[in-house]
């Protein structure tokens, strides 16, 4: 998730459907780098930041963070090192806070006000439209060469096949809470201050995409 362009905060006439850009094809924003090392950072201190990043090959991005778009090899890498690293619950809360702060920097930085404004005056079910139809705009920033697709509505669905975050990986639950914790925040924020997102569905234990609900 990188960016969102006000006049592209417009109501869908039909339920969301995107892929990623050709142009972008395994690549993701650098938040999905950056907000995990400042959740790593608040959660745990720098010294368990510096041993995940170590494990994922990326120590020097702690003292250089990326500045552009990076490679989603990048990306499986450091979420894998989470669970390597850390035990289940506490990698989980890490990727949780991670997906909390990257959607506050969109908020902050991405998402124009005026656009913010007009989705909060909006009923849920309109909002929760609008802003499905942005975040599918610019799935191609997030899900490398993974496939989004969404389904607007109450509950609004989303879908991630061949995901990133947990490729190459397999276990007994779900494990892909940066997505969900960075739909949450938006929809919480945006769209029905009670919205809860929550992983239905994931590749690592067998699922033939990574499926997630937004509800409210």
Known sequence: MHGTRAQQ??????????????????????????????????????????????????????????????????????????????????????????????????????IPSAAQRVLRLLPARLAGRALTRAISAHAWTFAGTGTFTARPGRPTLYEISHCPLCREHHGDHAVCDFYAATFETLFATLVHPNAHAREIGCEATGAHACRFEVDW
């Open 9 to 110: 905060v417009q109501l869908p006439r039909a339920a969301a459907v995107s892929g990623h850009g050709d142009h972008a094809a395994g690549r993701i924003g650098p938040n999905a780098i950056i907000q995990t090392a400042e959740a790593l950072r608040l959660l745990l201190g720098e010294d368990t930041t510096r041993r995940v990043f170590a494990v994922a090959r990326l120590d020097g991005y702690l003292s250089v963070p990326p500045a552009g778009m990076v490679d989603e090899a990048e990306v499986i890498r450091l979420h894998g090192a989470l669970r390597t690293v850390l035990d289940d619950e506490t990698a989980r809360a890490v990727a949780t806070r991670a997906g909390q702060l990257t959607a506050a920097y969109l908020l902050a930085h991405r």
